[in-house]
């Protein structure tokens, strides 16, 4: 029975990547969101802001706090009818927002609020409209008499913010999340970060672009953690990871390597299919599989360079914000890693089932998800239509509230089936695969939207179900010492 339904599963996955070759729709690229980058200057009696910034988001009026792509905002149709207008009309759209957008704009001097005024806005032709453009503003402000130090941020719906000084030795260079105030600048200098605080603000960084930011590498992570609940399997991959991604990592942020993002994304989404469907095939590490890993290592540094180069390090403690965003690369991956043993392997790793029931559909989900990416990545489908529902679970596309109901029902469901057709492996085997993978769905859905309640509540019921469908029946007397 479990040698057919291992069969049965792989057939399905097969099946699942060939049909989904052949669906072309038409092309719309995810926009990621991304920090803007002020740099300032202070020149006599004026500070001279500079300040490039995709400003479609804001007049269109998104709130970019926690978003991670515009596609998932209610704004996005006002979003890109914004990203197709010329640089003229773009720049009216822009000025007739500005009074709006200046409220936001937190800037002091001392105690005293500053107000920045419009100097000039450059915008870059439309292009491809399916790729985010970077404007550049340019903002002035009268500064007091004095040497009060300045203080700047702007309004958490604008989303992060990198704040670098030119023209002075050691000027301030600093990443501010959502909504954060810059720590005070001394107006003539000397007010770059310690090496140890720009490395705990890049542990920070690094952090959150696995958690919550990094789907793509969560469920690459995952990915190593289902293969094999032995140790040594998976320290051999995580190991293999970890050192291919740390050279990658450096040798983008130095620019010494760099390769087009139209290119590492749809691999990385690949290096996800592959390890997903590997996990259905074999129960086991095969010789090539930390070979293997190490060359999507590869891959995953160079996506982790690319985001510390949007950010723009700079030259003060380079070193020590590199490795501070690589350890908080690190800190994610084991988090994700651990939040998985405690919900999954701890509980469920002893019995044989473990791997037909939460492994194997796991993986085939996750195999799923990134074939949908492979083929938005290089714009084969777009994320409407048929792939609207994909494009809303990897988004935040889905309500809360509902994929909670619809998690509860389901589960509720199959684990009557299972307790009803208790005396029967197929049946039970079958409750437990629809768990995992629809449960497994909803996580994702309650995550991506942002929720952290839902989703623990939504991992619990997923816990629950699959040990109220152990009881009785044959799995007991096949638990593993």
């Known amino acids: ?117 419009l100097t000039s806005i450059s915008i870059p032709a439309p292009g491809d409209i399916e790729l985010a453009r970077t404007s550049t503003i340019e903002l002035t402000a009268i500064l007091p008499p004095g040497n009060d130090p300045i203080t700047i941020g702007w309004a958490a719906d604008l989303g992060p913010l990198i704040v670098r000084q030119r023209t002075i030795e050691d000027g301030y260079a600093g990443y501010l999340t959502a909504g954060q105030i810059s720590d005070p600048i001394p107006r003539t200098g000397g007010s770059a970060q310690g090496a140890f605080k720009a490395f705990l603000d890049y542990v920070a960084v690094g952090f959150d672009h696995i958690v919550p930011q990094g789907l793509d590498h969560i469920l690459f992570v995952l990915g190593l953690f289902l293969l094999s609940l032995n140790l040594r399997p998976l320290l051999w991959q995580v190991t ?12 983008g942020a130095l620019d010494i390597l760099r390769l087009p993002p139209e290119l590492v994304e749809p691999l990385i989404a690949a290096s996800i299919v592959y390890v997903g469907i590997e996990n259905v095939l074999v129960r086991r590490l095969v010789p090539w599989r930390p070979v293997v890993v190490f060359c999507f290592g590869l891959l995953h540094g160079l996506g982790f ?86 494009s809303a679970l990897t988004e935040g596309g889905f309500s809360t509230v509902w994929t909670l109901a619809a998690g509860a029902a389901l589960a509720f469901l199959l684990t009557v089936v299972s307790l009803v057709g208790s005396t029967y492996d197929n049946v039970r085997d079958f409750a437990g695969i629809l768990t995992s993978f629809g449960m497994f769905l909803a996580v994702v859905a309650a995550f991506t939207s942002g929720d952290w309640l839902v989703t623990l509540f939504l991992t619990l019921i997923w816990v629950l179900a699959l040990r109220m469908q152990s009881l009785g029946g044959p799995d007991t007397a096949r638990e593993f010492p």
């Open 1 to 117: 029975m479990t040698v057919l339904l291992s069969h049965s599963i792989r057939l399905k996955v097969i099946l699942a990547a060939l049909l989904s070759s052949l669906l072309v729709l038409t092309a719309a690229r995810a926009h990621e969101v991304q920090p803007g980058v002020m740099d300032i200057e202070m020149v006599e009696d004026k500070l001279e802001i500079f300040v490039e910034w995709i400003i479609e988001a804001p007049v269109a009026g998104i709130d970019l706090e926690g978003l991670e792509d515009t596609n998932a905002s209610d704004q996005e149709d006002e979003y890109l009818r914004l990203r197709a207008l010329d640089p003229a009309a773009m720049e009216d759209a822009f000025r007739a927002a500005w009074p709006g957008l200046r409220d936001k704009f937190f800037i002091m001097a001392g105690d005293v609020r500053l107000t920045p005024e």
């Open 305 to 390: 360079a690319a985001v510390l180069q949007d950010f723009g390090l700079g030259s003060s403690n380079f070193v020590a914000k590199l490795i501070g965003f690589n350890v908080g690369v690190e800190v994610g991956q084991l988090a994700v890693i651990a939040a998985a043993w405690i919900a999954l392997a701890a509980l469920f790793g002893r019995y044989e089932w473990y791997h037909r029931r939460i492994a194997a559909p796991v993986s085939i989900a996750i195999a799923m998800i990134a074939v949908f990416w492979v083929f938005e990545r290089t714009d084969v489908i777009g994320a409407t239509g048929p792939w609207a529902l994909f």
């Open 240 to 251: 293999a990871f970890t050192l291919a991604h740390t050279v990658t990592l450096a040798l």
